[in-house]
């Protein structure tokens, strides 16, 4: 990016119209750190949301010229074929990010711009590969669907000035076989001072579910 990124950065901080919980302000300080990021959390503990406003406030803030979106292929039940263009066929798996997006930020003329000038790349798998990210923040979403070679392949994108956050939940495992899963390999490269991992608690949804779930996830 040009050397005068500082002079172009807006002076007011850019407002949100969803506010970051405590454990989603902390994760977010350790995100802006480190270049690798992992968000691990149960359903409703805000991980897509915490992305998506890291990006948006990066991006508003000019410090970031595109945001990198995508999500593993993997369906639990039987789809069928699905007509139209690529993006018609990735809209499926994207939409819960582009969800996130617009109640992050409500402004739906600025939330627009930002698909219809490219400022938004929804990528496949597919077409991550060979390509370096500079300049932006990456967002994988369900990463625990990615296998270990997928998740490699991810991470060797990372370009200069790039923020990769991989969100995730260990008990939504979609793969055939889940010993395959990238999370399982998360630990190991949690060693390198670059990689960063945070795990949510709180929960954003509906407060049955913090019930619910201690009985469906015993041990987690």
């Known amino acids: ?8 950065i807006p002076k007011n901080p850019v407002k949100f119209d969803v506010q970051l919980s405590n454990d989603q302000k902390e994760a977010k300080d350790k995100i802006l750190s480190h270049p690798v990021n992992f968000i691990f959390g149960k359903p409703g503990s805000g991980k897509t949301l915490l992305a998506t406003q890291i990006a948006l406030d990066k991006f ?8 990198v ?25 994207i939409v819960p990010i582009k969800d996130n997006i617009a109640k992050a930020y409500s402004k739906q003329s600025a939330v627009e711009r930002l698909y219809t000038d490219k400022s938004v790349e929804l990528v496949s798998l597919a077409h991550f590969r060979g390509r370096t990210f500079d300049d932006s923040v990456c967002i994988i979403d369900e990463f625990q669907n990615l296998t270990k070679e997928q998740l ?10 790039t923020i990769m956050i991989f969100t995730g939940d260990e008990n939504q495992i979609d793969l055939r076989n889940k010993e395959q899963s990238a ?15 945070v795990t949510l608690t709180t929960n954003h949804r509906h407060e049955a579910l913090d019930d619910i779930f201690k009985y469906l996830y015993p041990n987690s």
Do not use: D, H
């Open 69 to 93: 979106i995508t999500r593993p292929m993997v369906a639990t039940e039987e789809m069928g074929f699905l007509p139209g263009t690529f993006e018609e066929k990735l809209e499926p798996w």
């Open 1 to 8: 990016m040009a050397e005068n990124t500082e002079k172009r």
């Open 183 to 197: 999370i399982k390999v998360v630990p190991i490269i949690n060693q390198s001072r670059y990689v960063n991992c």
């Open 60 to 67: 508003f803030r000019r410090e970031i010229n595109k945001i």
């Open 152 to 161: 490699s392949m991810c991470i060797s994108r990372l370009g200069k000035n």
